[in-house]
Each structure stands twice: as C-alpha cells, then as structure tokens.
C-alpha cells in the first residue's frame, strides 16, 4: 500500500520481568491505521489487547520496535516520556473502561479541562462542552458532578472529554461495558461518524459483537500475538 498510515506500529513488544521468569505481555505485533478506520480489536482476557492499546496509544514505551505517526518515529524503547505525554496531549484521545473523572469537577468541567490543556479560551471551552455532552444526551446534568451520575452518564462524559480536542486518533478500551445498548450503540455512532466525516482513526477494544458491522476492519489478539486480521 502506497498511502502513508496515520499510525504505524512496527514489530512492538512489551516484555516485563518477575523475578527469573520474562513475560511477553506483546509480542512483535506490527499494525497500521490508516485515517478515517474505526478498528476494533478482539481476544480473550489476558490476550495483549490493553497492552496493544497503552503502546499504540504512547501510555508507555515498547520494549522493542517502534511506533510512527504519519511517517515519523515517535516512541522506540529510548523516548523520552515527557515528549510521548506532550504529543499524546495534542494528537491523541483516550476512551478507558472505568471513566475515571476528576470527582471535583462538573460534567462540563472535566470536558473543558481537555480543552484547557489543549489551549481553547474559556468561553470557546465552554461552548465545545455543550456541545459535546448534548450530543451524547447528557446537555442537562452539565453541572453535576461525577458522584451525581449514573455509570452510563459518567462514560459518555468520558467519550466527550475524548473527543474535545478533536484529535486525529482514539483509542478506546471497552468503551460501551457501562452503558446499555441503545446508549453504546450511539457511542458507537459517533466513532463511525467521525472516522467517515472528520477523518479520525479510531481503535476500539471490546467484547461486544453488537457493532461488528461498524468496524472497517477487526483485529484479533491471542497471547501478546495479532493473530489475525480481516475487514
């Protein structure tokens, strides 16, 4: 394929040591994502699928190999961290099984508090957030805070505070786990929506074969291995 990905992931492995044993939490899993796929990725618990996700989303370095964005090296075993948390904040977004919002702050402000990081003026943040959370149904409990809300409104703030920068790439772990079906179906809307519109990659990990017929492509991992992958 001639056309550059978005994302390259090159022969990543992740190796932790215990004691005398090494384990293979990934092993030489080579990717690419092109822009504008929402991808889903499969495997049994315990198969690398979140450890995928943390290298490709630059959470942490790979042990070997390497990962380019649109051409350029980006994180090799020697990467700086603070570099791979700086670029992670201008080009990534992040959707986690648990929403882990900040308990201080309202709906509204944990989605301007991305914005804010990203440099967006206050009243323009203000704005974003609105938005956001009213597309995700939720525009009326803006000024609750986290404890206020249902497990399914907490990760729609969640996948809203994903998308506030708007970045050029998710990567989402079981996004849909807390939310019923007509609510998960949406979230799952909007990631096609987005990569067929705005033109984001999307990487989602999940159980969930409702959605099967979003997914341009699916890629199954089986102890730290893609072991397949197919549209």
């Known amino acids: 394929m001639s056309k550059e990905p978005l994302l390259s992931v090159e022969g990543v492995s992740k190796i932790y040591k215990t004691g005398n ?12 994502i092109d822009a504008g796929e929402l991808i889903g990725i499969f495997g049994p618990s315990g ?29 090799d075993p020697q990467t700086d961290l603070n570099f791979l948390r700086d670029f992670r904040c201008r080009h990534l977004g992040f959707v986690f099984q648990k929403p882990n919002l900040i ?3 309202t709906a509204e402000g944990n989605v301007r508090i991305a914005l804010k990081i990203g440099g967006l003026t206050n009243s323009d943040s203000e704005i974003r957030a609105r938005f956001l959370l009213e597309q995700f149904g939720i525009g009326e409990r803006q000024h609750h805070m986290p404890i206020q809300l249902s497990g399914g409104e907490q990760q729609r703030v969640a996948v809203a505070r994903a998308l506030a920068n708007k970045p050029e790439l998710i990567l989402a772990d ?58």
């Open 21 to 32: 044993a090494t384990v293979y939490a990934l092993r030489n899993a080579s990717l690419r």
């Open 47 to 75: 198969s690398g699928k979140t450890t995928f996700l943390m290298m490709a989303g630059l959470l942490d370095r790979p042990t070997q190999g390497a990962v380019r964005f649109r051409g350029e090296l980006i994180s």
């Open 174 to 231: 079981e996004p849909t786990a807390s939310l019923d079906r007509v609510r998960g179906r949406q979230v799952m809307e909007t990631f096609r929506r987005l990569a067929d519109q705005e033109n984001v990659s999307i990487c989602v990990v999940t159980h969930d074969s409702r959605h099967d017929d979003l997914f341009d492509r699916k890629i199954e991992i089986a102890d730290g291995q893609i072991v397949d992958n197919f549209v």
């Open 103 to 105: 308990p201080f702050l």
